[in-house]
């Protein structure tokens, strides 16, 4: 008998943010800034939000910040996660500024708090690495 | 002096086919069937309606729902205003606004404005319909596949870490959000249209499941199939129709746009806000002559955010304005007053707005409230994306 495994929905690593995923490979966390308005950006897109300029360059962030929010999550939506169940999403708030979707790894999902202090982490999967957070001591 | 628009037009016909887990029929026979009740309701013609907007729920992203073709089905001919209108919850209100602006614009003279859904197929959960988020071989570029990646699904998801970010600056508690179900089983008890009638306390509340921390079972809309259809005409020529004219005093949309980062607050700081103040200022009036509130209800923090943007309490502080059971049956601001999205039907804006309109006429039976001037309707759409609002009232002026 074999068991079907399945894998978590992970995004490209080609693409204008190549860079991000190639750095994240290396253990570091590369942010956008635009050249234009100077605003800082993950790379959601190649347009910046703020002014529309296309013109940007890359810069490595400093990896910290702090839970903007988050929750913990009870119900099975995708077969992927039916071994981390239940499981605890957040929304960081980079020290940079903009705010990086991911889940904090090493702690009780009881102990997680508003305004905690977390560094970014990376996991490793086949042809990508995750931004993942840890509480900072 | 008061806005030229205000009171030019009103809602004249309500239809509401049956909800819930009802099978059998696709969103198009929900929709003809709505608007046949509604024009019953209102006493027109067929002939006379000359406008038809369209709003097609779920159904409408995953093919299959309601489109413009509904008009051939209805056998509608010659119309001066047609449109497929998405602007996900806050469609509703925004239908009714566009009708009013067209109708006062000389464009149309009665137009039907239609929501249907059928997303509950046999044998499937009520999550199930909603929840198929991340699911697709087609891997997202940029760190927009990230939310996928760390388990986020769906507007669960959107609404627990809003609601979060509001007990955590705030200091609401679980408490204060099950007061909001709690409310709303009270006044869906009343309703025989409600999918939901048993009474809950707050205990049944802490024991509903968790979906998501900080949201239990209970702190989530149903999900329906059906449709509900509103009529809007003008004024003048509302006073003369089959049942008592729910006028359009005010009308306000509000988006504020999230840029994910540092120094904005769209999980606590709503378009409602932005709403509120064209809403009443075009009605000219404010939150404290307010008689019945119909706020869209997704979850039971949506209720909370939505009071405080509207300013019927200062930011912050909904939590504890909603605990003491004011939005309940015999309370201060009855709100939701047919059990809302919670706990009656989930029909997107078209919730609260066939409950604002049932309560303007005065049809509401024993769950009828006495002073019913001023209903303010609400409809939010994303999470916390999209607004829109309308503020009725069965008197011209």
Redesign the interface.
């Known amino acids: 008998m074999t068991e079907e495994i399945v894998d978590?929905?992970?995004?490209?690593p080609?693409?204008?943010?190549e860079p991000?995923w190639e750095a994240g490979a290396e253990g570091r966390l590369l942010l956008i800034r635009c050249k234009s308005c100077n605003?800082?950006?993950?790379?959601?897109?190649e347009v910046c939000?703020?002014c529309l300029s296309v013109d940007f360059e890359w810069y490595e962030a400093s990896g910290l910040g702090v839970i903007?929010?988050?929750?913990?999550?009870?119900?099975l939506?995708?077969p992927a996660?039916e071994q981390?169940l239940?499981?605890n999403?957040?929304?960081v708030?980079l020290q940079e500024?903009?705010?990086?979707?991911?889940?904090i790894i090493g702690i009780e999902?009881d102990a997680l708090?508003?305004?905690m202090p977390v560094q970014v982490v990376w996991q490793k999967y086949s042809d990508i690495s995750?931004?993942r957070f840890q509480a900072t001591t | 002096m008061s806005h030229p628009l205000r009171g030019a037009a009103a809602i004249t016909g309500l239809g509401i086919t049956e909800m819930g887990r009802i099978y059998g029929k696709s969103s198009t026979d929900f929709a003809v069937d709505a608007v046949r009740y509604a024009l019953d309701d209102s006493g027109l013609k067929k002939s006379e309606v000359d406008g038809l907007l369209i709003n097609a729920g779920i159904t409408g992203s995953q093919g299959g729902g309601v489109s413009l073709s509904l008009q051939n089905a209805l056998g509608l001919r010659n119309l001066k205003l047609l449109n497929h209108m998405n602007a996900a919850g806050s469609t509703a209100a925004q239908m009714v606004q566009y009708a009013t602006l067209a109708i006062n614009a000389g464009m149309a003279s009665n137009v039907v404005c239609v929501f249907a859904d059928a997303p509950l197929r046999e044998g499937t959960s009520t999550g199930q319909a909603y929840g198929s988020a991340g699911r697709t071989s087609i891997r997202p570029t940029g760190v927009n596949g990230l939310f996928s990646t760390a388990g986020y699904f769906g507007a669960n998801t959107g609404y627990a870490l809003a609601a979060r970010r509001h007990m955590s600056l705030y200091g609401t508690t679980q408490d204060q959000l099950g007061a909001v179900a709690v409310a709303e089983r009270a006044w869906a008890v009343n309703n025989t249209r409600a999918q939901m009638r048993e009474p809950i306390t707050l205990d049944d509340y802490h024991n509903s499941r968790w979906i998501i921390e900080p949201l239990h079972l209970l702190d989530c809309c149903l999900v329906s199939n059906g449709a509900v259809a509103v009529v809007v005409s003008g004024a003048e020529q509302a006073k003369d129709m089959q049942q008592p004219p729910v006028y359009i005093w005010g009308m306000g949309q509000g988006h504020p746009g999230d840029p994910r980062s540092a120094g904005s607050s769209p999980e606590t700081e709503t378009g409602a806000k932005i709403a509120a103040e064209t809403v009443f200022s075009m009605a000219g009036v404010g939150p404290s002559e307010i008689d019945i509130c119909e706020l869209y209800d997704c979850y039971t923090y949506t209720v909370i955010v939505t009071l405080e943007d509207y300013g019927f309490c200062k930011k912050g502080e909904g939590g504890a304005f909603v605990e003491d059971g004011k939005l309940g049956p015999g309370g201060e601001l009855p709100t939701n007053t047919g059990g809302g999205q919670l706990s009656s039907f989930y029909m997107w804006g078209m919730t609260p707005m066939s409950e604002a309109v049932i309560q303007a006429r005065g049809q509401g039976g024993i769950r009828q409230v006495p002073k019913n001037d001023l209903v303010l309707c609400t409809g939010n759409g994303g999470v916390l994306n999209y607004h829109a609002s309308l503020v009725l009232s069965p008197h011209r002026n």
């Open positions: 978590k929905p992970l995004p490209s080609s693409g204008f943010a991000f605003e800082s950006r993950v790379p959601s897109s939000p703020n903007y929010t988050y929750g913990v999550m009870h119900r939506y995708h996660f981390d239940p499981y999403l957040v929304v708030e500024g903009p705010h990086l979707p991911g889940n999902n708090r508003v305004g995750i931004p």
